[in-house]
């Protein structure tokens, strides 16, 4: 168990709406990534944030955002979604805010279908 | 970011050692290796990370020659447990490099 929690594991919608995923970090950790993961692209950062500011930007979308809270928890928001939004989005969390000197300790991941 | 390759694919039998190699030909003085490996549906865990020579943990031991061209992650005596992709990342260590996995090495351990 990584600590990491990530809700709802599976989210099954429609074209065209919107939906929130929700992350709330291991204690202690101030970073919370967002990874995209689909078949054919692999594991995509998309977005950090440290304490609460957004601290780097990946190949995220336009139609995609996300926040961290005072509480440290984050949502990452997806709308007008397309068929192709459908993956794995995984939200990890460290204790600093850089990326790669410390180990990230993921989540299990919300498996998103878009029909 | 330096480019990663390794193989994409590596079959093994149980008890044996698995040396998984890892080209990183373009690494920069401030990088460092770090290995993350992946269970199906599950998210990345965080192996070992190194800078040069050997690092070794509970879990593996990571090589690394005197020109840092390529590391090494070396799993011993795996079981059919360790069947899971395994990446292999360069980047530096401060500032705020993202991770950036390539396609990873998918490990099948057979009993």
């Known amino acids: 168990d990584s600590g990491v929690t990530q809700t709802p594991k599976h989210l099954i919608t429609a074209t065209g709406q919107r939906v929130t995923l929700r992350c709330s970090p291991r204690?202690?950790?101030?970073?919370v990534y967002w990874y995209q993961q689909s078949l054919d692209q692999g594991l995509q950062f998309l977005i950090q944030?440290?304490?609460?500011?957004?601290?780097a930007k990946g190949n995220i979308l336009e139609r995609f955002s996300a926040q961290q809270f005072p509480d440290l928890h984050s949502e990452l928001n997806l709308s007008s979604l397309e068929l192709g939004d459908s993956a794995l989005y995984f939200c990890?969390?460290?204790?600093?805010?850089?990326?790669?000197?410390?180990?990230?300790?993921f989540g299990d991941g919300t498996r998103l279908s878009i029909l | 970011l330096a480019k990663t390759t390794q193989p994409i694919s590596m079959d093994s039998y149980e008890g044996q050692e698995v040396n998984i190699t890892c080209s990183h030909n373009?690494?920069?003085?401030?990088?460092?290796i770090t290995w993350y490996q992946q269970f199906p549906s599950q998210g990345p865990r965080f192996i070992i990370q190194?800078?040069?020579t050997k690092v070794t943990n509970e879990v593996a031991s990571l090589f690394i020659p005197a020109d840092r061209k390529s590391s090494t992650l070396s799993l011993p005596r795996v079981s059919l447990s360790d069947t899971a992709v395994y990446y292999c990342?360069?980047?530096?260590?401060?500032?705020?490099?993202?991770?950036?996995f390539g396609k990873g090495t998918r490990l099948s351990v057979i009993a």
């Open positions: 990890a969390s460290s204790v600093g805010p850089v990326s790669f000197g410390e180990p990230q300790h």
């Open positions: 204690s202690g950790d101030l970073s």
């Open positions: 944030y440290y304490n609460g500011e957004e601290r």
């Open positions: 373009n690494i920069a003085t401030n990088d460092y």
């Open positions: 190194g800078y040069k």
């Open positions: 990342l360069v980047g530096a260590r401060s500032g705020n490099t993202p991770l950036v």
